[in-house]
């Protein structure tokens, strides 16, 4: 029985690869040799050409899971879109869940065009597949999900159509969203589509214990706080609000939540460094979904910045006063930033050189030594960018961390318990 088992798998296998023709190359070949990878449990993965490493990486990293197929973007000479599947990534997709990898993005002329990928997505259906898992990292309307006066239009609405229109295979496709801007954004997303928020905040607190010494989380607005507050409660993690309040033309920020114990924390620490004793450094993580300008975020470290130091000279009045490199001693800043815009103006492309000049002049790097940055490559070409920008030399070198969504996604698809999806309470 179990020669005829073999016998009949051979002649299956045989069978595929006289269907494939002479079109598969060593490793395609040498995939189709193993029985496991035949199975239909497996994800076949596309993606746009911004997230071929990506896909590339979470192949090389689970292959028992994974199959990577191909799509050639190219344009006929006309300019219009001209898309192709090879015999093999067809052959693949009949039965099984597809993984693509998308990268909507307005101010990149040269990414993968939006519509070709909408295009596409809208194809797959036909081939069989069994199911359709979208995984779209960024979400770039997500910030204008809200109507204010007649004749705005809320583009995250709009958006959300795009997925909802995508015929599906046999079941709801699934839409995956890192640190979506909007909570109330998964009410846009119906008929063909199933929306998954997907959080960082899990890798987040990786990094906080992997710090020594007190840790503190701050928002830097209250749409911040509403994302994650309920995530420090489960994870027991301190946080402080930096709420933005207006009084007519002026606009104040007001600091609630843990303030007093870091302040109680510091004043402690700065009596054990003035008696020469070991401190561990107060380690304050600035958490929020997305940067543009950088206007928020750099207000929150000088305004939180000057409101620690005054508290802290306050609890001094026998004492000698605080100085500067007793307070770089005593507190080090970090920003989570998940998503990096840092766009220049409605018709450039970020550069280099333009984006230095945000993190100089509007996150105060040059003023503030113990600030770092530490974002992911959910926008790959702005990613790739900052990876440069701390190898070069000047005020940022090393000050500057990227991190892969890959792990986060391995996790999101062989785990049951991933701690990236948003948690029950």
């Known amino acids: 029985m179990a020669s005829k088992r073999i016998s009949n798998y051979k002649r299956k296998k045989s069978l595929i690869k006289k269907q494939l023709g002479g079109i598969l190359n060593a490793d395609q070949l040498a995939i189709l040799g193993n029985r496991n990878e035949l199975s239909l449990d497996k994800y076949v993965i596309l993606s746009c050409r911004e997230f071929e490493p990506l896909a590339q990486s979470l192949v090389s ?12 973007w190219t344009k006929y000479p006309d ?21 693509y990898l998308a990268y909507f993005s307005f101010n990149e002329p040269n990414s993968t065009n939006i519509l070709s990928q909408y295009m596409l997505l809208s194809s797959l259906a036909s081939y069989g597949i069994n199911k359709l898992h979208i995984i779209l990292p960024y979400y770039p ?66 990094i906080i214990n992997a710090n020594q010494g007190p840790s503190f989380v701050v928002f830097p607005d209250d749409g911040a706080e509403k994302r994650n507050k309920q995530l420090c409660e489960i994870n027991k993690v301190d946080f402080i609000t930096c709420a933005k309040k207006r009084d007519k033309d002026e606009r104040t920020i007001q600091i609630t939540g843990s303030l007093t114990k870091v302040i109680s924390t510091a004043h402690t620490n700065l009596q054990k460094l003035r008696n020469s004793e070991k401190i561990d450094t107060i380690n304050l993580f600035i958490m929020d979904d ?39 001693q005593l507190i080090k800043y970090k920003l989570l930033i998940t998503h990096s815009i840092l766009p220049v103006t409605d018709s450039t492309e970020p550069t280099i050189t333009s984006v230095k000049s945000i993190f100089i002049e509007k996150l105060n790097f040059n003023s503030i030594p113990n600030l770092d940055f530490v974002t992911t490559d959910t926008r790959p070409n702005m990613a790739n960018m900052l990876k440069q920008i701390n190898r070069d030399e000047g005020p940022l070198k090393g000050r500057i961390t990227v991190i892969s969504i890959d792990d986060i996604l391995l996790s999101i698809f062989t785990d049951i318990n991933t701690p990236y999806i948003t948690p029950f309470k």
């Not at 990293?61 to 050639?72: C, D, E, Y």
């Not at 995250?156 to 979506?180: Q, R, T, W």
């Not at 589509?193 to 607190?205: G, H, S, W």
């Not at 543009?292 to 001094?316: C, P, R, S, Y």
Request: glycine fraction near 8%.
């Open 61 to 72: 990293r689970a292959p028992s899971l994974f199959i990577k197929g191909n799509v050639t």
């Open 79 to 99: 300019g219009t879109p001209k898309m192709f599947l090879d015999e093999y990534t067809v052959k693949m997709l009949r039965g099984r869940h597809i993984i």
């Open 141 to 206: 309307t997500g910030t204008m999900e809200r109507i204010q006066i007649e004749g705005e239009l809320g583009t995250g609405y709009y958006l959300a159509h795009f997925f909802n229109s995508i015929p599906c295979g046999n079941s709801k496709n699934e839409l995956y969203v890192i640190d979506m801007h909007a909570l109330c954004t998964r009410f846009f997303f119906h008929t063909n589509v199933k929306m998954t928020f997907v959080t960082m905040f899990a890798k987040y607190v990786q």
């Open 290 to 328: 997305l940067i543009q300008t950088g206007g928020t975020a750099g207000n929150t470290i000088v305004e939180l910045n000057d409101a620690l130091k005054t508290k802290l000279n306050e609890q001094l009045v026998k004492e000698t006063p605080l100085d500067d490199s007793e307070w770089h």
